[in-house]
T-cell receptor
Framework: SQTIHQWPATLVQPVGSPLSLECTVE??????LYWYRQAAGRGLQLLFY??????ISSEVPQNLSASRPQDRQFILSSKKLLLSDSGFYLC?????????????FGAGSRLTVL | GENVEQHPSTLSVQEGDSAVIKCTYS??????FPWYKQELGKRPQLIID?????GEKKDQRIAVTLNKTAKHFSLHITETQPEDSAVYFC???????????????FGQGTELSVKP
């Protein structure tokens, strides 16, 4: 079964500072990987997804970027954080073959930008 | 783009009653519909899912129905218990050959409260 590791669990950053959230996957090769953001209003907004190393699709224009340097590693970054970047960030993964639909989430990273 | 609408946003029921949450989706190519439960401060957890070749699926007190023609699907929880209190999310995924899996688009969530 697939396990998603995500860190840090919480962080408080000043406006204008950089950000790096990391996610790694166990138990699956060539997974599809996703970054979601959950704001206070509960909805899960898809930010980025990746079907392979170096392949990133962005869903919404924003102050964030994502990278996939290795098959089981997915990184969310920002050069300069905005107040509006605050939220609960969830990394998720699914099996990398057609039909392997189940999405597994990491424990999340709660970001507060002050 | 793809969109998933979920209703109601909040739902309060008495213990033992049934709860129903409804979702509609816009992408007719969607073929996989999971439901997730998220307890406060925790990650979403899959509770049940259904594929487009099936109209209904049950797992103990939980059932999901799918109407592909109308593009809507529903979660039914019977004999609700206080521990069912959480936020529930529906989702829909389209399938494309290009990315081998498609994107999972979530509804806005329903906060279910089960009163003892």
């Amino acid at each position: 079964s697939q396990t998603i590791h995500q860190w840090p669990a919480t962080l408080v950053q000043p406006v204008g500072s950089p950000l790096s959230l990391e996610c790694t996957v166990e138990g699956t090769s060539n997974p599809n990987l996703y970054w979601y953001r959950q704001a206070a209003g509960r909805g899960l907004q898809l930010l980025f997804y990746s079907v392979g190393i170096g392949q990133i699709s962005s869903e919404v224009p924003q102050n964030l970027s994502a990278s996939r340097p290795q098959d089981r590693q997915f990184i969310l970054s920002s050069k300069k954080l905005l107040l509006s970047d605050s939220g609960f960030y969830l990394c998720a993964g699914s099996g990398g073959v057609p039909g392997a639909n189940v999405l597994t989430f990491g424990a999340g990273s709660r970001l507060t930008v002050l | 783009g793809e969109n998933v609408e979920q209703h109601p946003s909040t739902l309060s029921v008495q213990e033992g009653d049934s709860a129903v949450i409804k979702c509609t989706y816009s992408d007719s190519a969607s073929n996989y519909f999971p439901w997730y439960k998220q307890e406060l401060g925790k990650r979403p957890q899959l509770i049940i899912d259904i594929r487009s070749n099936v109209g209904e699926k049950k797992d103990q007190r939980i059932a999901v129905t799918l109407n592909k023609t109308a593009k809507h699907f529903s979660l039914h929880i019977t004999e609700t218990q206080p521990e069912d209190s959480a936020v529930y999310f529906c989702a829909a995924r389209g399938y494309t050959f290009y990315n081998q899996g498609g994107k999972l688009i979530f509804g806005q969530g329903t906060e279910l409260s089960v009163k003892p």
